[in-house]
C-alpha cells in the first residue's frame, strides 16, 4: 500500500520516529564530512509550490539532489501552472504522476494535500496545506529539539503567536500530544488563541495545556520558546489585518527578554521572522540572532537531515522497515 505524509497524526509511532532520527543523524553525518548518499539515482521527485517557500523548497530540492535523484517542478505553480487556466488540482496531478516516483506539494488552500494523496498511485508529501499541517517541518522541529535535549518527552513547550491561523503550530502541538509527559503552553493575543478543534483534540490526547494572553510568566519556566510570525497573508480584512498587529507587538521576543529564560532552554521558529516589508513587526528583534538561545537557524538547516531521510524511506518503499509504520491519513 503506497503511503503519504500529509499530517502529523499519522507519526504515531515512536518506532517511526526514532528510525526517522537515526536516519537524520546518519545523513547529516554524511553531509557534514561530505560523503556521498546517492541511494536514488534515476528516480524523479515533483515539486509543486503553490504557495511561496524558500526553506521548504530549498532543503525539499537539496535533499532530493543529494538523493541522487532528479527534481522537476515548479515553484509559483499558481502562475505558471494550469492551475492558473482553472485546472482543477486533481486533474493536474492525475495529468503527470506517471512521470514521476515522488510528488511534494505546497498549496494554500486547507485540505488540498488529502485531496493530492486520495488520487496519487505514488508517496506524496505535504509542504503545508494553507492553515492545516505542515508535517515535515514537525518533525525537522522535534529533531531539532532532541538533538538539543536528547529527548523529546517531559518538556516545557511555549507556542508564542499566531496559534489560530500557524500550521506549524497545529503540526507540531499535535506529534508533542502523541509523546509522554509534554506540557504545551499557548501564548496569544486573544483573537489568535487556540482554535476549537486543536482544544478539542488536545484534551481527548488528555494532554497538559494552557492558555494565556501573559507571556511573561511563561519566559522563566519554559524549555523551548517555539515562536511564530502573524500570518497576515491569510487575514482578508485590512481593519483586521491593523489590529492584529497591533496587538502582536506585545509578544515581541528581544534579547532582554531571552534572557530570562532557563539557562538550558531554547528559542525556535519554523522561520521567515516578518519585518516592516512583510506588513508586519519583527517577532523576534534581530539582535536575538546571535543570542545563545537562538536556534532557528539550525533548526532550518536540519530540514534537510530530516527531509532527505524521509525522501529515503519513501524512496525505498516496502523494502524499507520503516515505511510501513507511516500510518493512513486521517
Ligand atoms: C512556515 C510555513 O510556511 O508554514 N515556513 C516554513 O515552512 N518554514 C512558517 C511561516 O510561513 O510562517
Redesign the pocket.
Given at each position: 500500500m503506497v503511503r503519504h505524509i500529509v499530517d502529523t497524526r499519522q507519526m504515531k509511532d515512536r518506532r517511526f520516529l526514532e528510525g526517522l532520527f537515526q536516519r537524520a543523524d546518519l545523513m547529516k553525518d554524511a553531509v557534514v564530512n561530505n560523503r556521498p548518499v546517492r541511494k536514488h539515482e534515476g528516480r524523479i521527485v515533483a515539486s509543486f509550490f503553490y504557495?511561496p517557500?524558500?526553506?521548504?523548497k530549498m532543503t525539499f530540492d537539496a535533499a532530493t539532489k543529494r538523493l541522487g535523484a532528479d527534481v522537476v517542478g515548479t515553484e509559483n505553480a499558481k502562475e505558471f501552472s494550469s492551475a492558473f487556466k482553472g485546472e482543477t488540482l486533481e486533474h493536474s496531478l492525475l495529468a503527470v504522476q506517471e512521470c514521476f516516483d515522488l510528488v511534494v506539494m505546497?498549496h494554500d488552500k486547507n485540505g488540498a494535500a488529502k485531496r493530492a494523496a486520495a488520487i496519487l498511485k505514488v508517496p506524496f508529501v505535504n509542504?503545508?496545506d494553507g492553515t492545516n499541517q505542515?508535517p515535515t517541518?514537525a518533525l525537522l522541529d522535534l529533531y531539532t529539539i532532541r538533538e538539543f535535549f536528547g529527548r523529546v518527552d517531559g518538556l516545557k513547550i511555549a507556542f508564542v503567536g499566531?496559534i489560530s491561523q500557524?500550521?506549524?503550530i497545529k503540526s507540531l502541538a499535535y506529534l508533542l500530544a502523541q509523546l509522554d509527559g509534554n506540557e504545551l503552553y499557548f501564548v496569544a493575543p486573544k483573537e489568535l488563541g487556540l482554535p476549537e478543534d486543536m482544544r478539542d483534540h488536545l484534551k481527548e490526547k488528555s494532554v497538559v495545556f494552557h492558555e494565556t494572553s501573559d507571556m511573561d510568566p511563561v519566559i522563566p519556566i519554559v524549555d523551548v520558546l517555539y515562536v511564530?510570525?502573524l500570518?497576515w497573508e491569510y487575514v482578508m480584512d485590512e481593519a483586521q489585518k491593523n489590529l492584529l498587529m497591533e496587538n502582536y507587538r506585545r509578544f515581541q521576543i528581544t534579547a532582554a527578554i531571552a534572557d530570562k529564560m532557563k539557562e538550558n532552554s531554547i528559542i525556535m521558529h519554523?522561520?521567515?521572522i516578518n519585518t516592516e516589508k512583510s506588513d508586519g513587526w519583527p517577532e523576534i528583534t534581530p539582535e536575538v540572532d546571535s543570542h545563545a538561545r537562538a536556534h532557528y537557524f539550525r533548526q532550518?538547516n536540519n530540514?534537510l537531515y530530516v527531509r532527505m531521510a524521509l525522501l529515503d524511506i519513501l524512496l525505498t518503499g516496502e523494502a524499507d522497515p520503516l515505511y510501513s509504520l507511516i500510518l493512513g491519513v486521517p
Amino acid at each position: 500500500m503506497v503511503r503519504h505524509i500529509v499530517d502529523t497524526r499519522q507519526m504515531k509511532d515512536r518506532r517511526f520516529l526514532e528510525g526517522l532520527f537515526q536516519r537524520a543523524d546518519l545523513m547529516k553525518d554524511a553531509v557534514v564530512n561530505n560523503r556521498p548518499v546517492r541511494k536514488h539515482e534515476g528516480r524523479i521527485v515533483a515539486s509543486f509550490f503553490y504557495q511561496p517557500s524558500t526553506r521548504t523548497k530549498m532543503t525539499f530540492d537539496a535533499a532530493t539532489k543529494r538523493l541522487g535523484a532528479d527534481v522537476v517542478g515548479t515553484e509559483n505553480a499558481k502562475e505558471f501552472s494550469s492551475a492558473f487556466k482553472g485546472e482543477t488540482l486533481e486533474h493536474s496531478l492525475l495529468a503527470v504522476q506517471e512521470c514521476f516516483d515522488l510528488v511534494v506539494m505546497r498549496h494554500d488552500k486547507n485540505g488540498a494535500a488529502k485531496r493530492a494523496a486520495a488520487i496519487l498511485k505514488v508517496p506524496f508529501v505535504n509542504a503545508g496545506d494553507g492553515t492545516n499541517q505542515h508535517p515535515t517541518q514537525a518533525l525537522l522541529d522535534l529533531y531539532t529539539i532532541r538533538e538539543f535535549f536528547g529527548r523529546v518527552d517531559g518538556l516545557k513547550i511555549a507556542f508564542v503567536g499566531d496559534i489560530s491561523q500557524g500550521r506549524t503550530i497545529k503540526s507540531l502541538a499535535y506529534l508533542l500530544a502523541q509523546l509522554d509527559g509534554n506540557e504545551l503552553y499557548f501564548v496569544a493575543p486573544k483573537e489568535l488563541g487556540l482554535p476549537e478543534d486543536m482544544r478539542d483534540h488536545l484534551k481527548e490526547k488528555s494532554v497538559v495545556f494552557h492558555e494565556t494572553s501573559d507571556m511573561d510568566p511563561v519566559i522563566p519556566i519554559v524549555d523551548v520558546l517555539y515562536v511564530t510570525r502573524l500570518q497576515w497573508e491569510y487575514v482578508m480584512d485590512e481593519a483586521q489585518k491593523n489590529l492584529l498587529m497591533e496587538n502582536y507587538r506585545r509578544f515581541q521576543i528581544t534579547a532582554a527578554i531571552a534572557d530570562k529564560m532557563k539557562e538550558n532552554s531554547i528559542i525556535m521558529h519554523p522561520l521567515p521572522i516578518n519585518t516592516e516589508k512583510s506588513d508586519g513587526w519583527p517577532e523576534i528583534t534581530p539582535e536575538v540572532d546571535s543570542h545563545a538561545r537562538a536556534h532557528y537557524f539550525r533548526q532550518s538547516n536540519n530540514g534537510l537531515y530530516v527531509r532527505m531521510a524521509l525522501l529515503d524511506i519513501l524512496l525505498t518503499g516496502e523494502a524499507d522497515p520503516l515505511y510501513s509504520l507511516i500510518l493512513g491519513v486521517p
